[in-house]
């Protein structure tokens, strides 16, 4: 009897990690750079540089910030809060008004960008399982109209 007990609050454990391994961590928090050398860009040159920091932000969200250089040798800045909801926040200083943050576990989240209502780009944005690399492949069509079909490959700083 006693041994069974022991099974069962094993298994209780195990099944409790895994949960908190799965949704409990959000391997997307840190601060990233853009590895210019392993992305590729298809929608126009890549921006020279490009560093995103993101926060937790309340219960189950993010506070996304990106800086960077553009590939004209401009600054660049885009900002957001959003919840894993699903639901569409303001993209500041992006050419899309909106993005949807869908978590699909501790390692990869959907991101939906909209423009006046309409579907833009869909990313999916994949963390390595050493937590070192995170990669955002992203297709759909840009603010100008041009097919997109890109991936970014960040390094953990």
Known sequence: MKRNGTRVALVAISVLA??????????NIGTWKLNLAKSTHSAGPLPKSNTVKIEAWGDDGVKYAADGVGADGKPTHAEFQAKYDGKEYAFKG?????????????????ATTRM????????????????????????????HGHSVN???VFDKQ
């Open 18 to 27: 895994l949960c908190n391994t799965a949704f409990g961590a959000d391997n």
């Open 94 to 110: 992006n050419p899309a008004h909106t993005v949807a943050y869908k978590r699909m576990d501790a390692n990869t989240v959907q």
């Open 116 to 143: 006046n209502g309409k579907v833009t780009i869909i990313g999916t944005i994949s963390v390595s399982a050493d937590g070192k690399t995170r990669t955002v492949v992203q297709t759909g069509t840009n603010s």
């Open 150 to 152: 890109n991936t970014h």
